[in-house]
């Protein structure tokens, strides 16, 4: 018998289309320092144009750089709307993650259910085991005094 669970990349790699790459690699790109000192560069060389050091013939956006503000707004517009459009990728394999780590558990859940029926461990005490333990881990992470319990060990 061949049991093939899905794989997470592959699930994720059959829903992602040539936008869907492209706006990883933009946001990829957007993210980085690269990024950044690219547009100290073009900003430096486009203001030190229009402040006319080289010359008022090289001038072609004068003080107050109306053209260099449009043009950082409209990638204001395109850059933001790449990270949402990413971010909603990133949602969409979140999705996919909890949803394949949800069968993982259920087909744990039910080999094990299984294995300890073969093996004659009553489920009921074991679920009372579990209760136990959740409850005092839920106690130590909220600072609390865990509630007494009686524990046994499964051996």
């Known amino acids: 018998m061949d049991i093939r669970l899905p794989n997470e990349q592959a699930v994720l790699a059959r ?11 933009i946001t990829t790109f957007a ?12 900003f430096a060389v486009w203001i030190t144009f229009n402040e006319g050091l080289f010359g008022t013939s090289a001038v072609w956006d004068p003080y107050p ?3 260099l503000t ?6 204001a517009i395109f850059l933001s709307t790449f990270v949402m459009v990413s971010q909603n ?9 909890a949803d394949l780590d949800f069968e ?18 009553s489920a009921e005490q074991v679920e009372q085991d579990v209760r ?7 106690a130590k992470m909220n600072d609390s005094e865990p509630i007494p319990t009686t ?4 051996d």
Not at 15 to 25: E, N, P, S
Not at 70 to 75: A, D, F, K, T, Y
Not at 151 to 154: E, G, L, T
């Open 151 to 154: 524990h046994r060990s499964i």
């Open 31 to 42: 993210g980085t320092m690269r990024f950044v000192y690219l547009h100290a560069l073009w």
């Open 70 to 75: 449009m043009i950082v707004s409209l990638e």
């Open 104 to 121: 993982t558990n259920i087909r744990s859940e039910v080999w094990s259910a299984h294995m300890g029926h073969v093996l004659g461990i």
């Open 89 to 97: 990728r990133q949602a969409i394999r979140e999705t996919v993650r």
């Open 65 to 67: 750089f109306g053209l």
């Open 15 to 25: 829903m992602r289309g040539t936008q869907d790459r492209i706006a990883d690699a």
């Open 132 to 138: 136990t333990l959740l409850a005092q881990n839920r």
